[in-house]
């Protein structure tokens, strides 16, 4: 069974002469199917990068990146386009919601832009899903860190993404609401099957995986199941 | 790093948008500072010109020719005196030309002027058209040359008064006197110029030669004596000190010079104590112009402070791409323990560097652009550019920092309330007091009240075309711009907002509909770019129409004033002899001629100028317009000439007068030169004209040419008007070579326009407005520009964020361009509303400038199509490298921001 993502001696370096910097060092990963992955790392261990190079965010300085087996690097713009619309979903530590929409119309957008039979159309249901269908018509700068969280959720679920990607998406919440929102994740992911791969610092958090990579200074240093 | 270091840094780090805030402010203090210059330069002209229309400068009454000698002397030694000199004026009863073999020609009674040899060198009051001054001899008038069929070389007779024995004078030239208004008008310096009727009949000779025949024969008038300016009834001869200012003392705008003029005057006055006592033309001319040029500034600075604050808006524009950095900025210095205080440091530093730049490339600008318009013209000395520069950097330099700080602010605040629920800002103090809609109501009340009273706020009684306006029409525009920006500011885009929420309801779900949603919430910001640039192309519209119609005015004027584009006038014998008109006719550029014959006319006791006019042929020299003529059009009425062979046109006051009716028959005296009489003639009132090219303001007739001939027995017409293709003054020139040998006076529309009589007119528009209409387009193309790319660096999280969704680089462009078409197409519509109505309102305060008022505003569409076309081209090419930037957009590295 082909993994949905994977990466193979991946590096990514920022900065060009002497500044240059090199946040990932030779990184190799594998992500199967429906697998609930934690990223575990320091500040500054690669952890977003990494996120941002398996969804084709940044480009790899040397080695490969591969969506459901085909490599990033032979795909066209639109196809591209279409791997970002349909099979891979972010979900943010501030959530990154597009401030001139509601929480409806974030989610709307994102079923629009993937435009896939398999997926949900209708963004209420969504919303009420992550239990925010009465606030659907409000903005982003009328809602909690919390709500916030929930809507960038139901936004990736419109995508009806293989993998989700969350950088570290309770960092700016209390330890309760925090919590909740990785129930929430859990929930949604036994429901719609998708891959998951958080990065974060928080231990208790990486534990909730069925897997747990350690980065340090852009390394793979321990896995552990 | 000092603070100088860093800001010097962080200008360097961004040099796109560091060359953007400098070029839009630096086009910010070229406005201004070009309009500076030309308010200076138009000013001098105005003196200039103010100062060469006064033909004689100041008269002084004295009792004697020893007296008048004396004084003309010691004021001629005087510094800032050009010259000084005796003249005495003088009336005659009567004149004889016994012509041998044709018979024997008399003139009613005229006057004499007496001067000095030397006189024209540096009074010019008359003009030879053949033949000089000689003593012992007499120069005639050409309308006495005419009247008596005399010559050079012929002998006249003079009667100084009823009953006395005639003095024989040989004729030595023929001169036209052209200030005669002046040199005979009654001298009482208390009472100052009082300019009067010329005299019909004038004859000119030496000091000495009138001084020894004529003067022994008449009384002298004392000098303090205030006589009646009733012209044929001065009762002896008035002594006088004729004096005229060396111009090059009379510096600055027509104030400074009239504060220089009345200065030396009252220095001279005081220092030949009890000696003179002027009559001061000179300071009669300046004191009016005074008036015209404290409007003409007004009216400049009503066309170009909104232009140059609407560019300084576009600065801020340029200076809210900082915002950004400043936040960052901001978490840097606090980090370091540095607080606001040293942003503020840090922001004006930077905005020193970028004003500085700005001010000398903007001064620079405006210098090489005032150069351009006026080539040759008001040397620019080193002071005045110093001056300029210095102003443009100080300007720049605190524009910068409005804008730069204006711009921190906004991102201060916007740290503060960042993730908030956006919170109503307090309103300020103007939205409370509805200052916006008072403004605009206090604008419709003054709009109202001046057009009701026909926008003469003081009536003059006076013929003379000068006028005093009154400053406080311009409160009108001034109110509209200001009420108009303030209302846009209040409504922040409160429209655009409504319809949105009411059409997507927050749960839009098309891309019209997302993109209508985003539009109506980010209305704030769209009415920004919005208010920018339609006010921008206001301002253009406003500019462009007002130039425009000005220009037509002027031309309009100056055409009815001087009569046609080319005015050559001679007696009729020299005209005829050299077939003036047909010679004309052919001259290169020339487009059409018309002959007439001004003559005059007794209408009961008054005189009237009569014009005998070629009703087929005057339309191809001259322009008449419909609003010239009562109870018909112009080709209407002239036809009617042409059907009557004894029609005349009358003016309404001598309908009135003596109660007429078309169709009337009019008794008319008019001199035949036949027999040098009077004679009753017969004409039919065919209709009523109110002006007519080339004829006075008050009463005048037109009539047929042919039958006007015939009773007065002319031998032709003595005018005749050109139409020229292309530049006037160019064509004049080569009409002067044909017809000034046969000793024709030609004049243009162009020259004249710059020697009318220090109206504002004088002052050519058409100059600054091209340097503003060029700034314009510029700006326009700018700020669209600049809306596009300010959007640009505010939404890339956004537009990051939707690419990282899968939204296609077409549909992000989406987002750009459509609030891109709602600023245009709102600018444009607020341009077309605005800038018409303030263009009407500007326009209308000029009816009593122009005469006839305009009837309609003229539109430059080159123009105006040009400066839509630049916001369209502007808009248009950021947006498509907006797209392309989007393409290519480093999505982690700006996602990774939150
Ligand atoms: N645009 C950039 N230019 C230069 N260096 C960068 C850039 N972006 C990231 N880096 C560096 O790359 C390294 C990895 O950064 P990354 O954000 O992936 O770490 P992280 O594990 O996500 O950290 P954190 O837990 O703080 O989010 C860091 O050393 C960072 O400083
Ligand atoms: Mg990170």
Known sequence: ?225 | MTFAALAFANLLRTPGRTIVRVVVLAAAVALVGAMILFIGHSLRTMTSSSVRSVPLDWQAPVASRPAAERAALAVSKQHGVLDALPVATAPFAGAIHVKPGTGIFRSASGSILAVPETYTQNIHTIRFLRGSLRPGQVVLDQQLAATLQAQPGDLVSFTAKAGRRPVRLRVSGISVVSAGDILFQPLNPLLGPAPAQPPVETAVMTVGTFAQKLAPQLPTIASSSGLPGIPGSVPGTQWQVQAQVDPAQLTGGPAQALRQATGLRNRIQSSLPGQVNFVDNLSESLNTATGDALYAETLYIMLALPGALIALGLAYLAALGTVERDRRELSLLRARGASRRGLVALAGIESLFVGIVAGILGSGIALLALRLVHVGRGPLTLWRVVATVGGCVVLAVLGAAAARLGAGAAALRGEVAEGRRPQRPRRPLWQKLYLDVAALAVSGLVYWLTARTGFSAVVNPDSNPTLSLSIYMFLAPALLWLGAALLLVRLRGALLETVARRVTGGRARTLSGLLLASAGRRSAAINRGLLLVGLLLAFGVNLGVFASTYDQQARVDAQLTLGADIVASAPAEALKAHALEQKIAHVQGVAGTTALDHSYAYVGPDLQDTFGVNASTVTSGTTLRDSYFIGGTANHLLAELRAHRDGILVSKETVTDYSLNIGDLLKLRVLDHATGRLRVTPFHVVGIVQEFPSAPRDSFMVTNLDYLLSVTHDPGPNVVFAKTHGDAAAVAKRVGAVARPAGASVKDITTQTAQTVSSITTVDMSGIAKIEEAFVVILAAAAMALFVVLGLAERKHEFATMASIGSSVREISAFLWSEVAIVLAGGLALAALLGWLLAEMLVAMLQHVFDPPPDHLAAPWLFLVGLAVAAVLGALLTTVAAGLRLRRLPLGEILREQ
């Not at chain 1, 952890?47 to 969506?67: I, N, Q, R, W």
Request: proline residues 4%.
């Open chain 1, 1 to 225: 069974m082909t993994s949905v993502s994977a990466c193979r001696e991946l590096v990514v370096e920022y900065g060009h002469g002497d500044g240059r910097v090199r946040a990932l060092d030779h990184v190799s990963l594998d992500v199967a199917p429906g697998e609930r992955l934690a990223l575990r790392g320091r500040s500054g261990s690669g952890k977003t990068t990494l996120l941002h190079a398996l969804g084709g965010l940044v480009e790899p300085t040397g080695g490969e990146v591969e969506l459901e087996g085909r490599p990033l690097a032979t795909l066209d713009e639109e196809a591209r386009r279409r791997m970002r619309a349909t099979r891979i979903a972010y979900v943010f530590q501030g959530a990154n919601l597009l401030p001139t929409f509601t929480g409806f119309e974030n989610v709307a957008f994102a079923i629009r832009a993937a435009a896939s039979p398999d997926a949900p159309t209708d963004p209420l249901m969504l919303l009420g899903l992550v239990g925010l269908a009465g606030k659907a018509e409000h903005l982003p700068g009328e809602m909690s860190g919390g709500e916030r969280q929930r809507v960038a959720l139901a936004r990736a679920l419109g995508q009806h993404p293989g993998l989700l990607l969350c950088d570290e998406p309770t960092g700016q919440l209390d330890s309760d609401t925090g919590a909740r929102i990785l129930d929430l994740i859990d929930a949604l992911q036994r429901e719609f099957g998708f891959a998951l791969v958080t990065a974060t610092h928080d231990e208790d958090v990486a534990a909730r995986h069925d897997r747990v990579v350690e980065l340090e200074e852009g390394r793979v240093v321990r896995e552990s199941a």
